[in-house]
């Protein structure tokens, strides 16, 4: 997995206020409960909530580590754990060893994160429920990886926009160039004029606009309400995040706004010409732009 962080990832212009909220959902899973219970080839040795401590042993014995992990999970959802590992020692010390051994200095932080995420799963004897891909911070990193090499133009900024009701609960731009977050900022870079026109999730156009101008990149966006944030962000697997997402989307309560990702000449400072590829001899439902869009199918995300 390549690093999506570049080298040196200029932060500024940040409003406090919307930084912390969104540290403390990046950070929700950090602190869910959990349950570990270790073995050593198979006996089980010790049990541990982190919230109530030492437990008694679950099992004496392991012969599947994730379908123990699973139960555990399932067991003990309703008392409030949200996560469970099982874990061979020595098969967990080896591949943690293996990949800082590997470590190249010259990856980012979340490169490196990623393939000791993988070690873990791969280790022989360990289990993790709920199963699921990489995540870095409350974020699908893999999958945002992904999208921003295959996807995005060279030069281009994301805008996260959530509100409050009508109101602007937290915003972040991230400055994207070559495929590498290079810049993040919050609506404090822009001029406060602008932003107080911002009011509900209908004005993200205008939001748009004023990003692409402030940082002279095309802009695209999620635009989403508070509620639907949070259960995005404390959301504990890729899965469950496409549900919430989506279910949002369908709902008329978030929008995603990818102009720039199926017309690179679609931009807030260009003009819009969606019939140029029919008037050109190409076919109208060709072009995604003018063909008639699916209601199953709500656009190309990341998230």
């Not at 026109?197 to 802009?219: E, I, K, S």
Request: negative net charge; charged residues 25%; aromatic residues 10%.
């Amino acid at each position: 997995m390549p690093s999506l962080l570049a080298k040196e990832c200029l932060i500024e212009d940040l409003d406090l206020d919307q930084w912390k909220r969104l540290a403390a959902l990046a950070m929700h899973h950090w602190r869910q409960r959990r349950l570990y219970v270790a073995h050593e080839g198979g006996r089980v040795v010790g049990a541990y909530d982190t919230e109530k401590g030492g437990q008694p042993l679950p099992c004496a014995q392991v012969d599947d580590a994730q379908a123990l992990a699973e139960r555990l999970l399932a067991e003990r959802q309703a008392d409030g754990v949200a996560a469970v590992w099982v874990l061979d020692q020595e098969a967990y010390h080896a591949a943690i060893g293996a990949a800082e051994r590997g470590l190249d200095a010259s990856i980012g932080v979340d490169a490196y994160l990623g393939q000791e995420w993988l070690a873990r799963f791969q280790a022989p004897g360990c289990g993790y429920a709920p199963k699921s891909d990489f995540l870095f911070y409350g974020l699908p990193w893999e999958r945002l990886t992904r999208f921003t090499e295959r996807m995005l133009p060279a030069s281009c900024t994301f805008v996260l926009g959530v509100f409050d009701g009508d109101a602007l609960w937290a915003s972040c731009f991230a400055q994207i160039q070559d495929g590498r977050i290079v810049g993040l900022s919050t609506s404090a870079g822009l001029d406060p004029d602008d932003v107080k026109d911002v009011v509900g999730r209908d004005q993200h156009p205008f939001l748009l606009a004023t990003v692409a101008n402030r940082y002279r990149r095309p802009a695209f966006g999620w635009f989403c309400q508070r509620e639907d944030f949070e259960a995005y962000m404390r959301a504990g697997t890729v899965e469950a995040k496409d549900g919430i997402f989506q279910t949002a989307l369908m709902k008329n309560r978030a929008t995603f706004d990818f102009n720039i990702l199926i017309d690179r000449g679609v931009t807030p400072l260009a003009p819009l010409d969606p019939g140029s590829q029919a008037v050109d001899g190409g076919e109208r439902g060709d072009n995604p732009r003018t063909r008639i869009p699916d209601p199953d199918e709500p656009g190309p995300t990341a998230l």
